[in-house]
């Protein structure tokens, strides 16, 4: 039985081979009608590459507003199944946030707001926070020492935020994430990847561990980032995108790759088994 995402990927190569087609062929009609030079002979070739790009994120786009207009993007076409109303939080899970030459203060506040959240969701014992810093300047390693240590106290986090600094940063932010895995990993069923500009309410990250629970064959589930709080009028205007064709390119993605996952490297959480296999690196005695 061939699986439903090969057929409807069909479905979108051939949208997007006949809308760059027609869109190629109008453009070197324009071109050719006073004769064609060599420059403008290897325009509709270049074209043709980049209109595709455009094509394939059209009808993403248009796919993705039709499953939300029809109210039929359901946990079930994304390959989840929706979680008991009421089962409990039975896992551990890890907040990793990666920093590398980060303003220290910024990243204690979303720190802080993160613990706060999850606070009130009344599901905390659950979760731990580690702080995974590659910064080379000492300086900045100390405030960063010296922020993680202000949290603590002013948090009152007993042993549920952690700061760890790599002596060297090997593999940069993929390096990084492997060897917490390796070190403390074996505590943890899932962890959660955040960038260190990155802030997630209590309610989304147990909303995260609870479908992970539900779904025990899921090694990966992708939340939509969202820009905020953007200061400049450009940076305003790709907030504003963001907030509205997101939520359109997402479910577009979900339609075309029922139960698979696209993975933007954060804001998203992952079963650390599965990481660990994949990677066939060894758990290594935790810390």
Wanted: glycine share 8%; aromatic share 10%.
């Amino acid at each position: 039985m061939v699986e439903p995402g090969w057929l409807r990927r069909i479905v979108l190569l051939v949208l997007v081979v006949l809308g760059t087609g027609a869109a190629t062929r109008l453009l070197a009609s324009i071109l050719s009608a006073d004769g064609l030079s060599l420059p403008e002979a290897a325009l509709p070739g270049l074209f043709s590459l980049t209109f595709a790009w455009i094509c394939f994120a059209f009808w993403t786009a248009m796919i993705g507003f039709c499953q939300l207009a029809l109210g039929r993007l359901s946990w079930s076409r994304r390959g989840l199944a929706e979680p008991a109303g009421g089962a409990p939080i039975t896992t551990r899970t890890a907040l990793a946030i990666p920093v590398y030459h980060e303003e220290p203060d910024q990243v204690g506040a979303r720190v802080a707001a993160m613990y706060r959240s999850l606070e009130r969701t009344g599901q905390l014992e659950h979760f731990d926070l580690f702080i995974l810093s590659d910064s080379r300047d000492p300086q900045i390693a100390l405030r960063e020492e010296t922020v993680w240590a202000d949290l603590c106290a002013e948090l009152g986090v007993g042993n549920r935020l952690f700061y760890r600094r790599r002596p060297r940063n090997e593999g940069r932010k993929s390096g990084n994430l492997t060897e917490f895995c390796r070190r403390w990993g074996r505590r943890y069923d899932f962890f959660i990847v955040l960038d260190a500009d990155s802030v997630m309410t209590g309610g989304t990250l147990v909303r995260l561990v609870s479908l992970m629970q539900a779904n025990p064959s899921a090694g990966l589930i992708q939340t939509v980032p969202q820009p905020i709080r953007s200061l400049t009028l450009f940076a305003r205007m790709q907030q504003f995108a963001a907030r509205l064709y997101s939520p359109l390119f997402a479910a577009g993605t979900a339609f075309w790759y029922p139960g698979k996952s696209n993975y933007w490297g954060h804001n998203a959480i992952i079963r650390t088994t599965a990481f660990m296999a994949h990677c066939g690196l060894p758990m290594l005695p935790g810390l």
